[in-house]
């Protein structure tokens, strides 16, 4: 039967084109907005919680935080958008570990579609998600008397940076949520890897106030440096190389912990 | 058809020759040694209780897994070289009903359409056609997790027809349903054999293997221990149960000399039971009371059943179907697959 090997092949390769590869990232992204969209309590927590930092920060504990320059406003909100938009990862972990849990990474993995894209359309539906609550912060930023003077378009940068930063970040999480038993487990791991990362940062305080130990962590982790590059391009100030070296160490991320993620999804099931 | 059956499907539609998985750096041997034929165009099933591999050779066969050792071959693609075509070729209806739960029916049928690359005009109709023809029809637009546990079987079931594949397997599709969901599937499946798809289910059940499937093969900590179709297998185990309950276990030990002439297979005691597998279920119990009576021993109870898998388990092995394997329930599972992922 020769006249059966052409017809095969074509089928295979309408199969694996890139072109396929990107919708099946695209419909799964879609689903997982979907489902976001359809649990309005997850939504609301995941967009007050950030609120609530902005309030508590800005009236409870700013007054008592002197900064440079004097406005602990303008030094906050870029911060808690580092912090919120990292804090999304969590939900990438979640949402995988229960997707395994309930048998849905079984089911894509026997399906005819790019392997890739169920980690794909994860970590890109919970881009998507950053960007509504950058867009939320934003305004709520606004509306307590923040004020970058660093002009649209750097603003637009500084999102651009915070979100590659959390993206490739998210990475990491994608491995935790299948390494894990469980989405109570999953959501458990994230917790001492994002809290030293947000906290033990300049997200809320300058670091000078720090002990010289932990200043030198805080000073040249990732987190820091990503919060340095949008500070200083929201409000226009000098942020030297920081907006390189945080898409510089997004990069080495996603290097080591994309494939970290997939040979985790490969040994999945 | 959203695929092309002009594959070249042989006399098997699944082979698997000397399949070994372990798990656990080998550590653990999920699968031992098994080989297995499906005939294209029949229901297959794989029989055996929690932790003796079914599930493990599903996830193979599907490419979910990879084989330790062994070749296996779906549609006449082999599993481990060419994943891709094998996954054109069958449907997965996994063990617990993979829906998503915040998407309605018709959209949980929809993604896993488009995820199939069928195009997307088609994948609403086979979807409406689906949701029809499995009673979902009023229930497509409703979210998933208001479904019965009946229900988001079929939707499972149905994710995996969408593309009509010629090869299913299914993974206990019946377990936790009650009667009625269970009769109402087994018709689904008749329905799919009828029109010509071939089928690899796994059971815990005698009676469903015996109801749906032709030829099985029965596992035991990932061992063949019996294969053949359910008629010879009955027949190497008897047609029905006799059970007798005595008084007292004094009662039971005396009467165990007397009655155990009444079958050619050994008797199974416990307690104050004993259990015997005979051909003849109303013969064997007129001559078991013959063989008792005016002997002082105080009969409770007579029962005639159909054998369970505990009797096939305990005629083919010696023992029962050990309960202290992996229950069917969800922390077990992911034990299961904890270990998968070492």
Known sequence: ?269 | MALPRLLPMSEYAVEATNIVRTFHDGGFRALDDVTLRVPTGEVFGLLGPNGSGKTTMIRILSTVLSPTKGVASVGGFDVVKHPGRVRQVIGLAGQFAAVDENLTGFENLRMVGLLNHLEKAKVVTRSRQLLDEFGLADFGNKLAKTYSGGMRRRLDLAAALVASPPILFLDEPTTGLDPQSRQDLWTIIEGLVEGGTTVLLTTQYLEEADRLCRQLVVLDHGKIIAEGTSAELKSRLGNTVLVLSFASTHDAARALSLVSGVSTKPANSEGTVIELTVDNGPAAAADALRRIDGDGIVLTGLQLREPSLDDVFLSLTGHKAEETGEAPSAPQDRRIRRRARV
């Open chain 1, 1 to 269: 039967m020769t006249t059966t090997a052409s017809p095969l092949d074509t089928e295979a390769s309408r199969h694996t084109s890139i072109r396929w590869a990107i919708r099946d990232v695209l419909t799964l992204a879609r689903r997982n907005l979907m489902a976001l969209f359809r649990i309005p309590t997850a939504l609301v927590f995941a967009m007050i919680q950030p609120v609530m930092f902005v309030l508590l920060f800005r009236y409870v504990f700013g007054g008592a935080i002197p900064v440079p320059g004097g406005q602990y406003v303008n030094f906050l909100i870029p911060g808690i958008l580092v912090q919120t938009t990292i804090f999304g990862a969590i939900g990438t972990a979640i949402g995988l570990a229960e997707d395994l849990q309930r048998g849905l990474i079984e089911r894509f993995k026997a399906l005819p579609m790019a392997r890739m894209a169920v980690l794909g359309g994860r970590t890109i539906a919970d881009m998507a998600r950053n960007v509504m609550v950058l867009l939320i912060i934003t305004a709520v930023g606004f509306a307590v008397g923040f004020r970058p003077h660093g002009g649209f378009l750097p603003y637009v940068e500084a999102c651009l940076v915070m979100l590659t930063f959390a993206y490739c970040l998210s990475w990491g999480f994608a491995f935790v949520g299948l390494a894990a038993p469980n989405s109570e487990t999953a959501q458990a791991m994230t917790f001492p890897l994002i809290f030293p990362l947000t906290f033990a940062s300049n997200i809320f305080v300058p670091v000078s106030s720090m002990p010289w130990w932990l200043r030198g962590f805080a000073n040249n982790q990732p987190v820091s440096q990503t919060a340095q590059a949008v500070r200083g391009l929201m409000l226009g100030t000098a942020h030297g190389q920081s907006a390189w070296v945080s898409l510089l160490w997004a990069m080495g991320l996603v290097a080591v912990l994309a494939p970290l993620a997939v040979n985790r999804f490969r040994r999945a099931a």
